[in-house]
């Protein structure tokens, strides 16, 4: 059988509002394949978001959701885990969302290892708005702010939150559309904060832009530059030179948050 | 023994005519009919699921 996505969506709600190609819905599909294949049950599953094409997600979600404030997410989703740590929490937003107004939360998710998975859609644009350039827009590329180049470097998102104190760090693409259902996979079953960032295309505020004639030349340049982290082995820098790594990027087990909270509970009652 | 062949349906109503079902299938099985995907030729499909895989918007179901 075809997999069944309509079980995971709510009804009546497709068509989505996004644009034709636009790589936010391969990362939804790949979401519903993930909450699948770990089994989450969606009454006991909070999806939550800001704000931006790829905070519409949670909407189409047949599970408890939270659609909140512009880069306000990790703050809401905190709430949530921690006033209900037996949830599974999920939070899905864009590059401008999480590392622009949201940057600050994102950090401070990922220093407390707080156990919940965050998935950034990252079309490095401002899709929503029409197209400002965003802290993951690259050098010299074009945006409605930009109109001569970005003279900014780009974060490396996944970097950032490996260096932030995230504890599961794996990344993919809208292109590579069968591993982003097991890389999310992998982050909801990983204990601690896990962060999976999707690479994906915004063909109307990007592409048009920065000369992709289609969304198709989007995807093929996704296909070009990724390079899984077990094959950059075996490569040169200069090989690497303008490639993207893919796949599990980083793994450790730290303590994690809600388990750490509970035991000063414990010790607050105790010291009464 | 003849092969079975995979059922292919697509939603018309979902479909957005973006084109990346018909691109990226190996065998080219789809093409663009007006705005949307349709079967060209079944016959060639290998039941990959790529084009199910990448389909945004949730309207191309592939049976194998
Ligand atoms: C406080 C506040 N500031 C600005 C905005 C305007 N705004 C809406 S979405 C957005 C950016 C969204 O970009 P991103 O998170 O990358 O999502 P995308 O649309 O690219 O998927 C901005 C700046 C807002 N809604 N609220
Ligand atoms: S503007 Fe860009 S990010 Fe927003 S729905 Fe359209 S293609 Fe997707
Ligand atoms: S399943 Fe594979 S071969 Fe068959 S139509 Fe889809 S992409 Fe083409
Ligand atoms: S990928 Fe989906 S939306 Fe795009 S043309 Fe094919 S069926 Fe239509
Ligand atoms: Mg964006």
């Not at chain 1, 519903?32 to 599953?45: Q, S």
């Not at chain 1, 740590?85 to 864009?94: F, H, N, T």
């Not at chain 1, 180049?149 to 950032?160: S, V």
Request: proline residues 5%; glycine residues 10%; contains cysteine.
């Amino acid at each position: 059988m075809a997999f069944d996505y309509d079980k995971y969506i709510r009804p009546g709600k497709l068509p989505h509002i996004w644009c034709p190609g636009c790589g936010h819905g391969i990362v939804m599909k790949g979401l519903i394949r993930a909450i699948d294949t770990v089994g989450l049950d969606t009454k006991n599953t909070a999806i939550v978001s800001g704000i931006g094409c790829a905070s519409r997600l949670p909407g189409y979600m047949d599970c408890c959701t939270l659609h909140t404030a512009h880069g306000r997410a990790a703050a809401f989703a905190t709430g949530v885990k921690m006033a209900k740590p037996e949830m599974d929490v999920i939070l899905v937003g864009g590059d401008g969302d999480g590392t622009a107004i949201g940057g600050n939360h994102f950090i401070h998710a990922c220093r407390r290892n707080i156990n919940m998975t965050y998935i950034i859609l990252n079309n490095k644009i401002y899709g929503m708005t029409g197209g400002q350039f965003s802290p993951a827009t690259p050098t010299g590329a074009k945006a409605s702010t930009t109109p001569y180049g970005n003279p900014d470097p780009a974060f490396d998102i996944a970097k950032l939150a490996i260096g932030a104190g995230a504890t599961f760090v794996a990344r993919g693409t809208s292109f590579h559309a069968n591993q982003i259902d097991k890389l999310i996979a992998e982050a909801i079953q990983h204990k601690g904060f896990s962060v999976v960032e999707i690479l994906d295309d915004c063909p109307t505020t990007y592409g048009r832009r920065n000369k992709f004639k289609s969304v198709i030349e989007m995807m093929n340049h996704l296909k070009d530059i990724a390079v899984p982290v077990k094959a950059a082995e075996k490569m040169s820098p200069e090989q690497l030179e303008g490639k993207i790594l893919t796949g599990v990027l980083f793994k450790e087990e730290r303590p994690e948050y809600t388990s750490e909270y509970a035991k000063l509970i414990e010790r607050a009652k105790a010291a009464k | 023994m003849e092969k079975k062949l995979p059922t292919i349906e697509i939603i018309e109503k979902y479909c957005k005519g973006c084109h990346i079902c018909v691109e990226f299938c190996p065998t080219k099985v789809l093409e663009m009919q007006g705005f949307v995907a349709a079967v060209k030729n079944l016959d060639a499909c290998i039941k990959c699921m790529q084009c199910e895989l990448r389909c945004p918007d949730f309207a191309i179901k592939v049976t194998p």
